[in-house]
């Protein structure tokens, strides 16, 4: 017969044997301490860092723990969320969930952080439960009693105040959230954004699953400004030399190159809608391109029950369109500025059918893939 297992006996087969020391190409890696479980409970997990290097999470602080500690899930978010605020010298909020951003958002004039936080975590207010979230910036104790308003797993930033950490420390006020783990990161501007950025220590490694490693270089972008944002041109025997002739507005050239940078932590095949600095839906995971922006459209209206419009807004996207179904559809949803790398045998078709539905086009100076 079947071992029946209490949650509590389940969670505590978690404790596996790793060593306070290992190697890792050439790299010694000092244990930080044995996690909550992995990716799952019945997964043991430990976290490890770099001898020589600190890092920003690595060396995080934990000015609050929760419960049972972190989880190998919960860094991953924590990595991931702060892959996104790591782009931005303003204030910016990225609230992650399993390994994608359910929401993110940037501050416009007049914005205050805790506005930035409710943009973010509205985006898709239902996926944010339960989440991790980031700040670039130190959070405030009106930021902090937002938060506190709606259950969330950790929240990591570079900075909190008083009146913040005593907002997150009152169990008896905020019930719901009692066991909220709050976290001080290293500094940001450490970790590599751009092309050329990138050092040994920032190197990625995969483990498949016959034990297989694949080490890379860190997914970064060549994309710096919205100066650096080209028209798409392409050309082919169909349509000969076609460029992007429609005009993006300032506003939306900034969505743009927002919407990439939150986009280099999607899981492709991934699609940002975005507006205004905030995120209004993200596509992911799907197995074709045009299915991505499919699903994105379809979750915002589904979000908002017919209320809310796309017109205006920008759309990002990790790969090439194949054909030119991907900006049919996203034309026909009022999206009207796009932004993705060249590379298909289809691009002059794609730029002149933008053209035509009055979409501006701009082609990314690179793919931006992500396999988790």
Known sequence: MAETLSRSSYLSRNVGDFPAEMEINGRRYVKIDDLRYGTNPHQPAASYRPVDEIGVIGGMEVLKNGKNGLSQTNFEDISGALNIVKFFDIPACAVMKHVNPSGAAVAVPGEDLKSVYIKGRDADARAAFGSVIAFNVEVDGATAEE??????ECVVAPAYTADALAVFNDGEKFK??????????????????FTGETSA????YKVLADGTVIVAAPLTTALRSIADLKPAEGENNRCGHQISTVEATEQQKLDLLFSWY??????????VIAQNGQTLSVGTGEQDRVGAIEQAIAKFRQKYSGTGTLEGSVMSSDGFFPFEDGVETAAAAGIKAIIAPAGSLRDADVIKRANELGVALFHAPERIFSHH
């Open 147 to 152: 938060i506190m308003s709606t259950f969330c």
């Open 176 to 193: 719901l959230n009692k066991h909220i783990r709050i976290l001080k990161c290293g500094d940001l501007n450490t970790m590599p954004k």
């Open 201 to 204: 220590i920032h190197q990625t």
């Open 262 to 271: 939150v986009n280099l932590s999607v899981r492709s095949n991934g699609v």
